[in-house]
Every structure is written in C-alpha cells, then in structure tokens.
C-alpha cells in the first residue's frame, strides 16, 4: 500500500511539474464529477420531497439541479479527459526520457548485459505506455474517494446500518474475479486448439502453401482439421462463458439480497412514518452506485499497483546503475601516458554468474605501443577492452593509468579521453556527418574534421559514393536515405572511432570485421604507422582485438589469451617462432591462406 501512495505521489507531482494548469483542471473537473454521482441521489431524494409534499417551486428547482448534476456525471469526465489526455503524454515522454537518462547516463553497461537488469528495462519500456492508464486511474481514485466519502455520510445519516452495504458487494467483487480466472483458465487451455485452428487457417489461405496444397490435394484435410480444432476451442470457451456466468449470477444474488434488505429497512421506517418517500429514493439510487464504486476500487487499485510497480523498476535500476564506487573518485586522467596502462592481477566474473572470465591478469600497455589481442572465442579478449573502457570494474586487482587507479578518475572524463570501434557497431540513420562526426561531439559541425577520420579510417570512397556526400541522409527507415552495405557502414564506424585525435586510448574490437583481410591489413598498416607518430607526442596506446593473423602481425605486443589468462606475450617474430598457441593458431591460418 505504501508503494500505491508512493508511486501516485510521484504521478501526481510529475503531472504538476509538467504543467500546474492542466493537474489542476483535470483534478477539479474529475471530483466535481465524482461527488456529484452521491450528490445526484440527495438532490433525486429532495425533489421527491416536494413532489410529494406539492412544493412547484421547490420541486422545479431540484428538477433543475437535478438535471445540471446528471450533466455534471456523465460529461465531468470526459472534459477532464480533455486535460489530461496532453498531460498523459507528456507524462510518458518525461517517463521515457527517465528511462533513458538510467539507462545510458551510467557508467557501466551491466544492466544492458545481466538477464534480470535487462528484463526490467524491457518492462519498464512496456511500463511508459501505462502512464496514461495510471493518471486517469489516479485522477478518478481522488474522485471516488470523495464520492464513497459523500455516499457514506449519507447513508449513516439514513441509518448507520446501512454503512454495511459495501461489505455486501464484496461477494459480487470476489465472484467477478472468479468468474476471470475461470476464463483465463479456459483461455490457456484452449490456446493449443486455437493456435492449431489460426495456423491451419493461415496455411490455408497463404500464397505460399497453394501450390502444395493443390498437389498433394490437402484442402479437405485441412479443413477438416481446422474445423475440428476451432469446435475443440468453442466449446470450451462456451462452458467456461455459462460457468462464469452462475459464479457472477452468485455474487450478485448476495449483493441483490442486501440490496432488497437495506430497501425493507428504510421501506419500513417510512411507513412508520419515520421517513420519507424521497430517503427510499435515496437508497434505491445510493446502494447501486456502492456496488458500482467497490468494484471501481478495485480496478483502480490494480492499475495504480501496477504504476507504482513501475517507479519502483525505475527507482531500482537508478540505484542500480548509479553505485559509488568504492575508492574516492578524486583523480583527472592524464594529459598525455608516460608509462602506459597496467593490469595488475585483475579478475573478473559478470555480474550474475559465477565463473570468473578473466582471472589474474598481469601485464603492462607500454605508452606508444600499438597492442593486438588475440586468443579462441571466449577466451576474454572483449571482456578485457570492456574493463579498459571501464563499462565495468574489476572484480579484483586494479586497473593504473600511469600508476593512478582507473576508478579514481570520473568516468565520464576517461571517457573523453578513448576512442573506440567495435564489432557490433551502430548503424546511426544520421546524415553521414552526424553519423561520423558523433565520435566526437566537439568537432560534429567541422567537415575537415571528419574528412580526416574517413581518410585513416580509408573510408572516403564510401563517402565519394554517397549522392550528397556528407549531407546524404543514411538509412533504410527514411524514404530518401541511403542504404549502404554491411562494409561501408563499418568503415564509417570505424571513421566514427578515428574522430578524436588526440586519445589516451584507441580500443578497436574486431571493428574490421566485415572487410576481406587485405583491405583489413592496408587499413591497418596506415593506421598503425599513423598511430606510432601520434604516441610519439602523447602516448596514445592501440588496442586491436582481431583474429586475422596478418594483421595482428604488425602490433608491437601481442597478447594471447587463453580461458581468461594470458597465455603468451611478445611480439610476432618471439611468438611465431615459439611452440605454444600463437604459433600454433598462426600456422593453421597460414595454411588456410596457402
Ligand atoms: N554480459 C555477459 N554476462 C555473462 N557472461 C558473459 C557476458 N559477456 C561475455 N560473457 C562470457 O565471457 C566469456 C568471454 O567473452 P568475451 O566476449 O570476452 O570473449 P572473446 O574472447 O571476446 O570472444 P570472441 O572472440 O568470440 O569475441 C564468454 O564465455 C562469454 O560467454
């Protein structure tokens, strides 16, 4: 319950700070609609009165207001609806918008990664089109409030006894719910029949099955099947329907005997002399919108649960994604590397599992250096250029950028400082600036700029063959854009990881994968002598995942990674001529290429 008042809490203070104006409409408008159902009955009650008393006057003028609080009832919320229909909109951009902030504004990428973090993302993506749902729902629960508020105090004005009257719409309430289950039930049983009957149906009738159809002459067959399975499906939704049916017939009956009570009760004090024709009136009227008004609870309860259950996601992953790290973040990255990069004894097991993948690993990124990392799939070579990305920590040792623990340097300004190309790359449907020119936000509106990193990233023909060069509008979901190959969109990835020029860390994870080893290599051998004058001035160091020997050949260090471990590492002349994997995985691909 404390999570429903949480979570209306913060519904109905996003709605005001979304716009004051609008909450406050929709919330008058809604309890003005609410209150004036209770009050619809008093009011029937009094003209009743002077109807039988032979009051014209009076009884004209609750005519009249009578008529202008039926108006109230049935028009109220649709002109709230008018309110909070923009507001709602506005409130699952804004939810939206939260949602995206959690999810990319965190250092690390776990909740993308882990299972049960990337569940809850999904549910909360479904989660921002029920703000709707929730608003409204809310706005109406403050109504009905108010309105069982009124009902009550009419009732025990009548006879308190009659307070009792909403215990008895609990059986029809509780049956209602049954009766549900009873369908929902009969809905999952029947699902394999009517998945069976849709199926053949669509086979039935597809263009591409016509043709077999026709040859192995199944037509009645499947007819028949067809009509056998959606008969299985009918009959039994249709007992489930007349079963449901005497289990709602039930509950009413409870409610109708109530009901039937509290009229006798009053029927018998106004015979008594002790009441009049118009507080019949008033409980014919009250009692039916108390049925109607337990049940509305209900609902209401449900979706507002449901809203708060969301918050309370989004509250979760927040926490999730925004942990302090556990040593003083108190430390700017370097100007430039005078050492370089040292792993010292860092392991790591993802969060959620129980294997480590990466276990002890010692070694030293000199400054300068270009650094390929080879091994078999799985062996860990992603998982390491994640921890130097700093997606994630370590789980044990550290990670020292010139001697300083990486954790103690933000994020976010490590970030600044590398530059990255991954395999699975994005494919951003920009204009082929922005495509390339995100890779450095600084320099987005400089051309010259990001000509130069298609022309180390030897991806100009792709530009010379786009329609408006940098102006083209890239990608399929745009009626004019411009579709490229698999090839050229890495290329301009790999433009996108070259727009900085001056990072302290240069990570490619197989970022070449869909060009042909030749091209790979040509790229690469520009790169790396490109890189070499680069790290002359500020250490920059490369690190280069690929699995293509010829490439890998060039680097300065190599490092081999075997089941988490670093296996070997030297550079390709003392590797090639040793007899351990790298040796052994060279020659098998040297033989592949012979
Ligand atoms: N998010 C994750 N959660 C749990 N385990 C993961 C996750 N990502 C990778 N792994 C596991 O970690 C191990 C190392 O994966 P990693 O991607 O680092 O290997 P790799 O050497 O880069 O492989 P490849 O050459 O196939 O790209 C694998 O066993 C993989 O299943």
């Known amino acids: 319950m404390t999570e429903v008042f949480t979570g209306s809490w913060q519904m109905i203070t996003t709605a005001w700070r979304l716009d004051r104006r609008k909450t406050a409409v929709s919330v008058v408008l809604m309890i003005v609609g609410a209150v004036a159902a209770p009050l619809l009955a008093a009011t029937l009650a009094w003209m009743t009165d002077q109807i039988v008393a032979g009051r014209a006057a009076q009884a004209a003028l609750a005519g009249v207001a009578v008529a202008v609080l039926a108006v109230a009832v049935l028009t109220f919320e649709h002109f709230a609806h008018i309110f909070y229909f923009e507001l709602s909109e506005l409130g699952e951009l804004d939810f939206d918008e939260q949602l995206v902030a959690v999810s990319n504004g965190s250092p690390g990428v776990s909740h993308h990664e882990q299972a049960e973090h990337a569940?809850?993302?999904?549910?909360l993506q479904q989660d921002a089109r029920q703000f709707r749902t929730g608003l409204e729902s809310l706005l109406n629960?403050?109504?009905?409030?108010?309105?069982?508020?009124?009902?009550?105090?009419?009732?025990?004005?009548l006879n308190p006894i009659l307070l009792l009257l909403p215990l008895a719409a609990v059986p029809s309430l509780m049956t209602g719910r049954w009766a549900e289950r009873i369908l929902d039930r009969a809905k999952t049983s029947t699902a394999e029949s009517t998945r069976v009957a849709l199926n053949l149906f669509r086979l039935s009738t597809s263009a591409?099955?016509?043709?077999?159809?026709?040859?192995?002459?199944?037509?009645?067959?499947?007819?028949?099947?067809?009509?056998?399975?959606?008969?299985?499906?009918?009959?039994?939704?249709?007992?489930?329907?007349?079963?449901?049916?005497?289990?709602?017939?039930?509950?009413?009956?409870?409610?109708?005997?109530?009901?039937?009570?509290?009229?006798?009760?009053v029927i018998r004090e106004a015979i008594a002399g002790r009441r009049g024709v118009g507080d019949v009136v008033l409980v014919i009227v009250?009692?039916?919108?108390?049925?109607?008004?337990?049940?509305?609870?209900?609902?209401?309860?449900?979706?507002?649960?449901?809203?708060?259950?969301?918050?309370?996601?989004?509250?979760?992953?927040?926490?999730?994604?925004?942990?302090?790290?556990?040593?003083?973040?108190?430390?700017?990255?370097?100007?430039?590397?005078?050492?370089?990069?040292?792993?010292?004894?860092?392991?790591?097991?993802y969060p959620g599992t129980d294997a480590p993948v990466l276990e002890d690993v010692r070694l030293t990124?000199?400054?300068?250096?270009?650094?390929?990392?080879?091994?078999?799939?799985?062996?860990?070579?992603?998982?390491?250029?994640?921890?130097?990305c700093g997606f994630y920590r370590p789980s044990q040792g550290r990670i020292l950028v010139d001697g300083v623990d990486l954790r103690r340097m933000p994020v976010e300004d490590w970030r600044l400082r590398i530059a990255a190309g991954f395999q699975d790359f994005v494919r951003f449907e920009f204009q082929a600036r922005q495509t390339v020119g995100v890779g450095d936000l600084s320099q987005l509106s400089s051309d010259s700029a990001i000509r130069a990193a298609l022309e180390r990233a030897q991806a100009t023909d792709v530009l010379d063959g786009l329609p408006d060069g940098?102006?083209?509008?890239?990608?399929?979901?745009?009626?004019?854009?411009?579709?490229?190959?698999?090839?050229?969109?890495?290329?301009?990835?790999?433009?996108?990881?070259?727009?900085?020029?001056?990072?302290?860390?240069?990570?490619?994870?197989?970022?070449?994968?869909?060009?042909?080893?030749?091209?790979?290599?040509?790229?690469?051998?520009?790169?790396?002598?490109?890189?070499?004058?680069?790290?002359?001035?500020?250490?920059?160091?490369?690190?280069?995942?690929?699995?293509?020997?010829s490439t890998v050949r060039m680097a300065d260090l190599i490092i081999v990674v075997r089941d988490g471990r670093v296996a070997e590492i030297g550079d390709h002349a003392t590797l090639a001529a040793g007899d351990g994997l790298y040796a052994e995985l060279f020659a098998l691909q040297a033989k592949a290429y012979r």
């Open 470 to 549: 940098l102006d083209t509008q890239l990608g399929k979901s745009y009626a004019d854009g411009a579709e490229l190959s698999g090839g050229q969109w890495q290329r301009l990835a790999l433009g996108r990881a070259l727009m900085r020029d001056t990072p302290l860390l240069l990570v490619l994870d197989e970022p070449t994968s869909a060009l042909d080893p030749e091209a790979e290599h040509a790229l690469f051998e520009r790169y790396a002598s490109q890189a070499r004058r680069v790290a002359d001035t500020t250490g920059a160091i490369t690190v280069l995942v690929s699995h293509r020997f």
């Open 365 to 388: 990124l000199p400054a300068g250096a270009t650094v390929a990392v080879v091994g078999e799939n799985g062996a860990g070579k992603s998982t390491l250029v994640k921890l130097l």
């Open 119 to 123: 569940d809850t993302l999904t549910v």
């Open 286 to 349: 009250l009692a039916t919108q108390v049925n109607q008004q337990v049940t509305q609870a209900v609902t209401l309860l449900q979706q507002l649960q449901r809203m708060a259950g969301a918050y309370r996601r989004l509250r979760t992953l927040r926490a999730l994604v925004t942990a302090p790290e556990p040593v003083p973040v108190d430390a700017d990255p370097p100007q430039g590397l005078r050492h370089g990069i040292e792993l010292d004894g860092v392991s790591f097991t």
């Open 141 to 157: 629960s403050i109504g009905l409030a108010l309105a069982v508020l009124f009902t009550a105090v009419l009732l025990a004005v």
């Open 208 to 265: 591409g099955a016509a043709g077999e159809l026709r040859v192995f002459r199944l037509q009645d067959t499947l007819r028949s099947r067809h009509r056998a399975a959606w008969k299985a499906t009918t009959h039994g939704l249709w007992r489930a329907h007349l079963v449901a049916t005497w289990v709602r017939a039930a509950g009413q009956i409870c409610f109708a005997l109530a009901y039937v009570g509290a009229m006798l009760l």
